[in-house]
């Protein structure tokens, strides 16, 4: 039951994030990472990681796609429908084959899909061991990501005074 649970949602996740490459819309195309970010929570929780799944719902869903809307919203997109962009499909069909072939040949190869309960005995529930190894072993990779986030917000922000002057 798990195994179509999760290939329910992988499939869903993928046609979604198909959606967000090939809708002319950009909200249609924001609303669908939406969908695609509710399907990989989805799989976190069959994952048997509840608090991951939380985190996805609460920042991507929540933060993130709430401020890509408001980007959409901000910016004057029906001027820029009109210039079209010529550009041949040869490079993202390329990738979509080969990333299509891998997932083709690791599904054969596998004898089975390995059961979806056994991520880590014990490692699912607790948030105290995910705390101590992202603040004791991964210190250095957060505090670098913290930082890259606050300059991409101080650059989104003069980024805006200077178009509003």
Known sequence: METAFFLLFAGIAALSALMVVVARNPVHSALSLMVCFIQIAALFVLLGSPFLAVIQIFVYVGAVMVLFLFVIMMLDVRKDVHVRFRTSGVPALTVLILLGGEMLVLLLSSEHIPALSTAGE????????????????????????????????????????????
């Open 122 to 165: 014990g490692a699912a529930g607790s948030v105290k061991e995910l705390s101590l190894t992202l603040f004791a072993d991964y210190l250095l990779p957060f505090e670098i990501a913290s930082v890259v986030l606050l300059v991409a917000l101080i650059g989104a922000v003069v980024l805006a005074r200077r178009e509003a002057e």
